[in-house]
């Protein structure tokens, strides 16, 4: 059994980060820990991909990103720039350490069992901040030959898709900018959405007039208000929502960009009250902790899974951090833009 910690923090994402600095900073003891790497669902983004949010918006801890064009910051350099911010504040994170169940103790505070590359180890705490995100697998789709090897959840490389009949299926943000990249990449690229057309107010504002000039050019098929129902060797079959017909379209490669959802897992276990059909953790946005005393969550986790865009996002989590460490002190704590939060 390790020593007892006043709070423990689940996730080592970019809130997860600055919410432990704020806790250093505050000389109060805690442990962190996530399951992969710092920053992990950003690995998963595909290479050189540019943030939606400007570099202002994304930095923790008043650290601020330079990047050397001005412009967007890349996944590259945000990971950078994450862990040139675990070394500055001296952060000890324990990576690749997964949560495996945690518990309410009879005499108070809770109980953390967790896996390591060393085994098993279990913790105490006080409190427990879960920072765990919302994009933990993909949303399927559970159709005939989702699980095939030439179908992906994930754009990584565009140029595994060069002189490939590449099948897109979704029209929202990942979709369109996979289609624009993989177009560029040289793969003959289809997109099938379920929609009648790309709503701006989602995809990134650079990639729209693109996608609309090579629709318009012929040099991306976009097939609206289409659904795939299987998936095989070589084609796909999709359904035409608006009459019902289906076609079969040759489709080598497919990469289904339809969103991922948030694994529950730890709020059922501490008895964390889920809600709504996106199944978000209720919390008072005062403190940030749950119907569950000394549960709090932090960053995107308070997305649950969202059933159509997201609307949470990092800039819009800074907040969180003042607001958790107000509850632990009991004083007014500065927010990001130097206010009071009181």
Known sequence: ???????AIIGAGPIGL??????????????????GQIGYTITWY?????????????????????????????REE???????????????????????????MPGGGFELTTRAVDGEHRY?????????????APRLLNIPGEDLPHVSHYLHDPHLYFG???????????????AVRCHRAGASVTMSYRREDFDPKVVKFWLLPEIRALMRDGLVRFLP????????????????LSNGRTEEIAAQMVLLMTGYRQ???????????????????VYDPETMETNVPGVFVAGTAVAGTPPRKVTVIVETCHVHVPRIVGALTHKPVALPDGSLDD
């Open 164 to 178: 490939r009949r590449l099948l897109i299926v979704g029209g929202r943000n990942s979709a369109v900018e996979a």
């Open 124 to 136: 105490e705490a006080e409190v427990v901040v879960l920072a765990i995100g919302a994009m933990h």
């Open 78 to 104: 945000y990971l950078a720039y994450l862990r040139m911010v675990v070394q500055q504040f001296g952060l000890h994170v324990h990576t690749y350490e997964r949560v495996l169940a945690a518990r309410r």
């Open 263 to 281: 694994d529950p897992t730890l709020f059922d276990l501490l008895g964390v009250e889920l809600h709504g059909d996106d199944r978000q953790p």
């Open 1 to 7: 059994m390790s020593g007892a910690f006043r709070v």
């Open 46 to 74: 595909p290479p050189q991909m540019l943030f939606h949010s400007s570099s202002d918006r994304v930095g923790i801890a008043g650290v601020p990103i330079q990047v050397p064009n001005q412009q967007k910051v890349s």
């Open 225 to 240: 208000r289409t659904v795939p129902v299987a998936i095989g060797s070589g084609t796909a079959t999709l359904s035409h």
């Open 18 to 35: 600055e919410l432990a600095i704020a806790l250093k900073q505050e000389g109060i003891k805690y442990v962190q820990f996530d399951a």
